[in-house]
């Protein structure tokens, strides 16, 4: 089974800085890999779908890059209203088959 | 607007079951995946299993295979998750989701939107 890996599990950082969270998967998962945030007490949201490309309504603020094995996403300003918790997701689709990152934290400074 | 509705909150015994439910509307119930995630308290996301209602192909995660069962009703549009006999340590909130390409009824990969959750507690 493929393992997925963040890092860092929890970051704190102030308005207006860049904020970067990388996802590592334990084999070649080509680009097969969302991000979500889910704020508190909400649902998770898709943001990002393979690997870099931005869903529909989502700031460009938010972009995500990689293949392979090593993942990045980045949040170039960071706003208040991006507190989450942010989560990697890979996936295979013959047959379906779904595995989340553990998460990663983010607060205000 | 594509939206996926969760039953209620329950508060169940041990050894109790439970069927929970997942509706869809604004979108070609039938022709979408509707997955199922755990969300334990202050923990992560895990996967559960996908259901494809055009045909009820069902896959699970090895780790709930024999756990839950994942079923939908398309006459109602309605995605189910159920369990015949629960234990504390399915206190968790669980959300539906829905994935896929209406061309081709392949599983995208990603999800997109995500019901509300139902929270389950079981607790004696």
């Known amino acids: 089974d493929i393992q997925m890996t963040q890092s860092p599990s929890s970051l704190s950082a102030s308005v207006g800085d860049r904020v970067t969270i990388t996802c590592q998967a334990s084999q070649d998962i080509s680009n097969y890999l969302n991000w979500y945030q889910q704020k508190p007490g909400k649902a998770p949201k898709l943001l990002i779908y393979d690997a870099s490309n931005l869903e529909t309504g989502v700031p460009s603020r938010f972009s995500g890059s990689g293949s392979g094995t090593d993942f990045t996403f980045t949040i170039s300003s960071l706003q208040p209203e991006d507190i989450a918790t942010y989560y990697c997701q890979q996936y295979d689709n013959l047959p379906p088959k779904v595995t989340f990152g553990p998460g990663t934290k983010v607060d205000i400074k | 607007e594509v939206q996926l509705v969760q039953s209620g909150a329950e508060v169940k015994k041990p050894g109790e079951s439970l069927k929970i439910s997942c509706k869809g509307s604004?979108?070609?119930?039938?022709?979408?995946?509707i997955g199922w995630v755990r969300q334990m308290p202050g923990k992560g996301l895990e996967w559960m299993g996908i259901i494809y209602p055009g045909d009820s192909d069902t896959r699970y995660s090895p780790s709930f295979q024999g756990q839950v069962t994942i079923s939908a009703d398309k006459s109602i549009s309605t995605a189910y998750l159920q369990w015949s006999s629960l234990k504390a340590s399915d206190t968790a909130m669980y959300y539906c989701?829905?994935?896929?390409?209406?061309?081709?009824?392949?599983?995208?990969?990603?999800?997109?939107?995500w019901g509300q959750g139902t929270l389950v507690t079981v607790s004696s």
């Open positions: 989701a829905r994935s896929g390409d209406i061309l081709t009824g392949y599983f995208m990969g990603w999800f997109d939107p």
């Open positions: 604004g979108y070609s119930f039938t022709s979408y995946w």
